[in-house]
């Protein structure tokens, strides 16, 4: 069995290629990405979907909290990944995983909330209006989700999200076995042929178009973690959906330390409760971060959650900049520091081992996730 040493190797499975001071462009690291494997699969009673959707999760552990944590061991972090596959006729499976690391380079609980308000100071948020902006990316690559949260266009069939808003960690939610992404699009009228008016006062009425999911991936460290703080360390799932979107999609990426950050600022767009029908943009700066987990003051509402977090870097072996999402926006977190309440938004980080689980749901081959 592994040990603690490969089990730091696995956490850490990083090669810091971060350009040096004289080199001025905010570069994508090169990661050394670990390989996980489906070792055996289970079929499961159906569930129920009796939970109620949630649009947010509130935690009362903190950076501190999470930074004290005790490392996993390999056994834990195996069953954490592990993950249940939830199709569109109501069957449920469970997979348990293997992880390997290939040499040579080889190809929580219900917090108390002080506001469902997530604003700091001044609203810094961006409605999207007309259609050049919205059907252009990168906006649109956000998508909504018939539960109301968000998620994010990461391959043809592919939509990234939290997992909190098809399980609760105890149930499937109501409406997850009939899940359906919503597409932005241009709403004619009589007989309009879609004319942009981005520059009119009025701004151009868009409709939903919904494609129907047929099956839905969620890591078992999210639905057994729940209760506790490592559960939100797992707040992801990835949707397929029964036919291609035909829109261009955003990559996903390893979450580089925030301090290599450009200007230490993520960027994501999503369907806020409080704007109905507007895609609303944000971007922020990071205040701290765990190895799971990013801090921010984002303004973001409800209805946020599941939005791809990404930046964008230049790509060396391409020779171009290019946007990846690194994180997954989970949602509100209340602490008590001291006796003092502090406000976070939190994003789940993309890290190596996710990179790794994300990657193959996606591709069905770990030969084309071996680079993050």
């Known amino acids: 069995m592994a040990g603690l040493s490969t089990l730091i190797l696995l956490l850490c499975a990083a090669k810091d290629a971060m350009p040096s001071s004289s080199h001025w462009k905010p ?16 079929n499961l009673d159906k569930p129920q979907f009796d939970a109620e959707a949630r ?12 930074k004290s944590s005790p490392l996993p061991t390999y056994e834990e972090v195996k069953n954490y990944l592990s993950y249940e596959t939830l199709y569109a006729n109501g069957s449920l499976t469970e ?45 649109s690559t956000s998508v909504k989700l018939s539960t109301g949260c968000t998620g994010t266009l990461v391959a043809e069939k592919h939509v990234l999200t939290a997992a909190h808003c ?17 597409f932005l699009k241009p709403k004619l009228k009589d007989g ?38 490592i559960g939100m360390d797992y707040d992801y799932a990835l ?32 369907y806020d409760n409080d704007r ?3 895609l609303v943009y944000r971007f922020c700066d990071v205040k701290d971060e765990t190895y799971d987990l990013l801090y ?17 870097m230049w790509k060396r072996q391409n020779h171009k900049w290019e946007r990846k999402i690194i994180g997954i926006f989970s949602g509100h977190q209340w602490v008590d520091m001291n006796g003092t309440p502090q406000d976070f938004n939190v994003a789940v980080r993309i890290t190596p081992l996710k990179y790794a689980q994300i990657c193959y749901w996606i591709k069905g081959n770990y030969l084309d996730c071996r680079e993050g």
């Open 27 to 42: 570069t994508w690291p090169s990661y050394r990405v670990p390989v996980i494997l489906p070792q055996s699969t289970l």
């Open 55 to 66: 649009l947010e999760v509130v935690s009362p552990c903190g950076p501190a909290c999470h």
């Open 95 to 139: 997979t348990e995983v293997g992880i390997y690391i290939l040499s040579n380079g080889g190809d929580g609980s219900q917090g108390k909330s002080r506001t469902k308000r997530q604003i700091y100071g001044y609203d810094s948020r961006f409605s999207i209006f007309g259609k050049d902006f919205l059907l252009n990316y990168p906006f």
């Open 166 to 182: 098809i399980h609760d960690g105890k149930s499937y939610v109501k409406g997850a076995q009939k899940l359906r992404v919503g």
């Open 192 to 229: 309009s042929k879609g004319a942009n008016i981005t520059n009119s006062a009025m701004p151009e009425k868009m409709k939903f178009q919904w494609i129907r999911v047929k099956r839905t991936h969620v890591p078992k460290g999210w639905i057994k973690g729940n209760a506790n703080d």
């Open 239 to 270: 949707l397929e959906l029964k036919k291609p979107h035909k829109r261009k999609f955003m990559k996903i990426g390893v979450s580089p330390p925030a301090r290599h950050l450009p200007g230490g600022r993520i960027h994501f767009s999503g």
């Open 276 to 278: 109905p029908g507007n």
């Open 296 to 312: 921010q003051q984002c303004d973001a509402q409800p209805g946020a959650s599941g939005s791809g977090v990404y930046v964008r």
